[in-house]
């Protein structure tokens, strides 16, 4: 079977893995002149700087993880211990762990009541029934309820200040919005399976795995610099073509921005899936990296800062070289600052740049001026699992044409377990393999 593989972020690059271990031709198209997507890596003066994802998350990323086995790279990944400070609103700092939500409970500003809601709602959700995997479009589906967020969801579970000082600096830091644009559906997953929890990072950061998936790819014809321009039927398959070059092929995996799957599945596919494609949402996405060679804070007692209760222009601060060492040469420090997307729509790129600088100092305390500031801004960064999110996307895979399979993070909310995932079952479907 000839299969042609459209993007290769976590989501192509896993698809075009799977189908050559099975021996099958593969080609795969790259608009960009390196594999990695959102997951890329930018050298710049001796740092290495990750231009979208932070880290793995242990055990609640199950096929990552057995991917990364399968490749013989397992060993090598980078433990993170994440020491995290939670800053209230007046300033006040409590020091957490954030693979461990448990640790969570022992912040002051919790009374024994507030310890006993909390983890009694925490318990009941241990006991209900729940999705079983935090990244699995199709199972989240079944618990995606469109008429509750995530904000109404955790106040009724946790209470207004276990949302305040749990749930707002946990998932303010993975997906930069406000709590009543998002799904309970896998905030109630990662709940269910906070004991799981364990953070860690490639060694020369995440855009490392699509490295590896592809140097594991036997036979793989790559093709970067290539974004495709046309997919069309020919005979019993497709022609695909980029570059003003066109290229045959029994199959195709599309793993894309959606926006752009639609465009390229427009007469292939139905217009309503087109449009479910075309108005999946997207936050607007910006984090700045600000960079020093000579490391102002070596003992920081933390790697990680987050606000709670009151919402700032940043949802969180990280120590570059405390998640992974290589993000730094010899005794510096980069800061990663990451924005909540609403003020983005306000901001000019330079006054992202300052607020980031104004952040870095205020948590982590004096320091010189920084060697440089990079910022990393994305009109479409991470995509918005809204309250039937999951349903509507999921819906996408029985309304594709024969031979042709969708997959990206957006199906589960953006994260490269739901990549991994869903290119893996995207070439499992073309192989007739079971998921």
């Known amino acids: 079977?000839?299969?042609?593989?459209?993007?290769?972020?976590?989501?192509?690059?896993?698809?075009?893995?799977?189908?050559?271990?099975?021996?099958?031709?593969?080609?795969?198209?790259?608009?960009?002149?390196?594999?990695?997507?959102?997951?890329?890596?930018?050298?710049?003066?001796?740092?290495?700087?990750?231009?979208?994802?932070?880290?793995?998350?242990?055990?609640?990323?199950?096929?990552?993880?057995?991917?990364?086995?399968?490749?013989?790279?397992?060993?090598?990944?980078?433990?993170?211990?994440?020491?995290?400070?939670?800053?209230?609103?007046?300033?006040?700092?409590?020091?957490?762990?954030?693979?461990?939500?448990?640790?969570?409970?022992?912040?002051?500003?919790?009374?024994?009541?507030?310890r006993i809601r909390i983890a009694w709602g925490v318990l009941k959700q241990l006991l209900s029934k729940g999705a079983g995997d935090c990244f699995d479009g199709e199972k989240l589906a079944k618990f995606d309820d469109e008429s509750d967020t995530l904000e109404a969801w955790s106040e009724r579970v946790l209470g207004k200040k276990g949302t305040n000082y749990i749930t707002y600096p946990y998932m303010g830091f993975l997906y930069a919005v406000p709590l009543h644009w998002l799904s309970m559906s896998m905030f109630k997953t990662i709940i269910q399976q906070f004991y799981k929890l364990a953070l860690a990072v490639p060694p020369k950061g995440m855009g490392q795995i699509s490295d590896w998936l592809v140097e594991g790819s036997t036979g793989l014809s790559l093709h970067l610099s290539s974004p495709v321009e046309a997919i069309a039927r020919q005979g019993q398959g497709y022609r695909v073509t980029a570059n003003?070059?066109?290229?045959?092929?029994?199959?195709?995996?599309?793993?894309?921005?959606?926006?752009?799957?639609?465009?390229?599945?427009r007469g292939l596919i139905p217009a309503e899936s087109e449009t479910k494609l075309k108005e999946c949402l997207y936050s607007e996405y910006a984090h700045v990296q600000v960079c020093y060679k000579k490391n102002?804070?070596?003992?920081?007692?933390?790697?990680?800062?987050?606000?709670?209760?009151?919402?700032?222009?940043?949802?969180?601060?990280?120590?570059?070289?405390?998640?992974?060492?290589?993000?730094?040469?010899?005794?510096?420090?980069?800061?990663?600052?990451?924005?909540?997307?609403?003020?983005?729509?306000?901001?000019?790129?330079?006054?992202?740049?300052?607020?980031?600088?104004?952040?870095?100092?205020?948590?982590?305390?004096?320091?010189?001026?920084?060697?440089?500031?990079?910022?990393?801004?994305?009109?479409?960064?991470?995509?918005?699992?809204?309250?039937?999110?999951?349903?509507?996307?999921?819906?996408?895979?029985?309304?594709?044409?024969?031979?042709?399979?969708?997959?990206?993070?957006?199906?589960?909310?953006?994260?490269?377990e739901a990549a991994v995932l869903s290119g893996e079952r995207a070439a499992n479907t073309l192989m007739g393999k079971p998921s």
């Open 296 to 416: 102002p804070w070596p003992d920081s007692p933390v790697s990680v800062a987050l606000p709670a209760t009151k919402l700032r222009d940043w949802g969180a601060c990280v120590l570059q070289s405390r998640r992974h060492p290589d993000a730094v040469p010899p005794g510096g420090e980069a800061v990663g600052v990451y924005f909540y997307t609403p003020p983005l729509s306000n901001m000019s790129d330079d006054e992202i740049r300052a607020e980031a600088v104004s952040a870095v100092t205020e948590v982590f305390g004096k320091a010189p001026d920084p060697d440089f500031v990079e910022l990393f801004r994305y009109r479409r960064g991470l995509s918005i699992a809204s309250p039937g999110h999951y349903r509507t996307l999921n819906s996408l895979h029985a309304e594709m044409p024969e031979g042709i399979c969708l997959a990206g993070d957006y199906f589960a909310h953006a994260g490269v």
């Open 244 to 265: 003003g070059q066109s290229v045959d092929v029994d199959k195709i995996v599309v793993s894309c921005e959606p926006g752009v799957a639609a465009k390229l599945l």
């Open 1 to 114: 079977m000839k299969v042609a593989v459209i993007g290769g972020g976590p989501a192509g690059c896993t698809a075009a893995y799977k189908l050559c271990k099975a021996g099958h031709e593969v080609h795969l198209f790259e608009a960009q002149d390196h594999v990695g997507g959102r997951t890329s890596q930018v050298q710049k003066e001796g740092f290495n700087l990750g231009s979208g994802a932070l880290f793995l998350m242990g055990g609640i990323y199950p096929r990552t993880n057995a991917v990364i086995k399968e490749l013989g790279k397992y060993d090598e990944l980078v433990g993170w211990d994440a020491k995290t400070h939670i800053i209230d609103a007046d300033g006040k700092r409590y020091t957490v762990d954030f693979d461990q939500v448990l640790s969570f409970l022992k912040m002051p500003v919790f009374n024994w009541g507030d």
